[in-house]
């Protein structure tokens, strides 16, 4: 292990801190040069894996800046920026961002919890139960599932929409983070609720009332959860980041996680970096998702196969493939998933890029991105301290 790649990547997190919290680069581009809500809970679960006091003191600042401009209907900002008395809050371009309410959930506890202390959680309190109000309002059928826009979440360019398979994970840890304070039988249940509707319809030859029998039929469910359904059917592409979640959490029978864990060692040790792409297959011109994924861009059409969410490699996604590998035991796989996160984080001098081109290893989007070196030092710890997060 070449501790030179957690220094770096420690370094790039006190580059990325400011006032107000960890900012998505420390690369001076007005987007990133902001305190999301999605990337900072992460830069702040990997600073609570560090150890840092002044990198913990920045994961607060951001936990405050979300909830101090949390919206009156309860939505969380995807990003904040500060200029001075100017402050300007984004709850979302194209559409509002799904993810954002559960981070910050996430981010509260797992704060608190690293702290052992209650009293923040309590601080919060007002501000959780608007966040979990929303995601009940945003089940729209009352079944238990989140019903999630398109470009709704991280993979924001992607076409997931509907139900969509990250965030029914994403919402079941927010849910188990704060009933650990909470303790209250109402949310187990709910828990237990999500847990069984993630099973009846994202897993293979389960029982129970499907929400689209006829689609669930068609697909033929393996080795892998699908990434999202809706009325128009199921988008069956492999989610590394959800699947990644689906074990960090233990979902789905023992045998249908070993079925997940196979299927990802083996399209890793097929690819080129070493890494799982975000999503896989990468989606083609000739494919019928294609105009969907074209047009789904605010500014500049990214998502080219094998590039960005169309199948391009993202340290921050494989940190959390790590994790899930941690906790099913498989330490060595764990290790080899940290040594090709650090060579891609390390390219160009330590650039940090934000994802990586799964066929020719060409860098993509922003350098000195803040949740690639937090993949490096969540996984470090993880693996060479037996650091553990709340779930």
């Known amino acids: 292990m070449n501790n030179l790649n957690y220094k770096k990547a420690i370094e790039l997190l006190h580059k990325a801190s400011s006032v107000e919290g960890f900012l998505a680069s420390a690369q001076d581009i007005s987007n990133y040069k902001r305190v999301w809500a999605r990337d900072g809970v992460i830069c702040g679960l990997a600073a609570l894996a560090s150890g840092e006091n002044e990198l913990i003191d920045t994961f607060r600042k951001t936990l405050e800046t979300l909830a101090d401009n949390q919206h009156y209907n309860g939505t969380i900002p995807s990003n904040v920026m500060t200029n001075g008395d100017e402050v300007e809050v984004s ?23 690293y702290k052992k202390d209650s009293s923040f959680v309590q601080q919060n309190e007002e501000n959780i139960q608007k966040c ?26 992607y076409i997931t929409d509907g139900y969509v398979l ?83 959490l233990n979902i789905g029978t023992v045998d249908f996680q070993n079925a997940i864990l196979e299927y990802s060692i083996e399209l890793k040790n097929e690819r080129p970096l070493q890494l799982l792409p975000a999503f896989w297959p990468p989606i083609e011109e000739s494919d019928i998702d294609w105009n969907l994924l074209k047009n789904n861009c605010k500014y500049e059409f990214r998502n080219y196969p094998n590039e960005f969410h169309n199948g391009g490699s993202w340290s921050m996604v494989n940190g959390f493939y790590g994790l899930a590998l941690l906790s099913k035991e498989k330490r060595q796989e764990a290790s080899e998933v940290l040594e090709a996160i650090d060579t891609v984080n390390a390219v160009e001098d330590y650039s940090f890029y934000e994802n990586f081109n799964s066929k020719t290893r060409v860098p993509n989007g922003v350098p000195f991105c803040a949740w690639s070196a937090a993949a490096t030092v969540m996984l470090y710890q993880s693996i060479n301290t037996n650091f553990k997060f709340l779930v």
């Open 91 to 113: 709850y979302g371009g194209l559409a509002g961002r799904v993810d954002a309410v559960t981070w910050f959930i996430i981010g509260i506890c797992q704060y608190a919890y």
């Open 132 to 157: 979990l109000q929303l995601l009940e309002a945003w089940e729209f059928n009352n079944k238990g599932l989140l019903y999630v826009p398109l470009s709704g979440n991280w993979a924001d360019e």
């Open 166 to 248: 990250y965030d029914q994970l994403l919402r079941i840890w927010a849910l188990k983070s704060y009933n650990h304070f909470a303790n209250k039988e109402s949310i187990k249940v709910k828990i237990e609720k999500i847990t069984e509707q993630i099973e009846i319809n994202f897993t293979p030859n389960s029982e129970g009332e499907k929400y689209h029998e006829r689609a669930y039929k068609e697909i033929n469910i393996q080795n892998y959860m699908p990434c999202s359904f809706s009325p128009a059917g199921y988008k069956i592409q492999f989610d590394a980041f959800a699947n990644s979640l689906a074990l960090f």
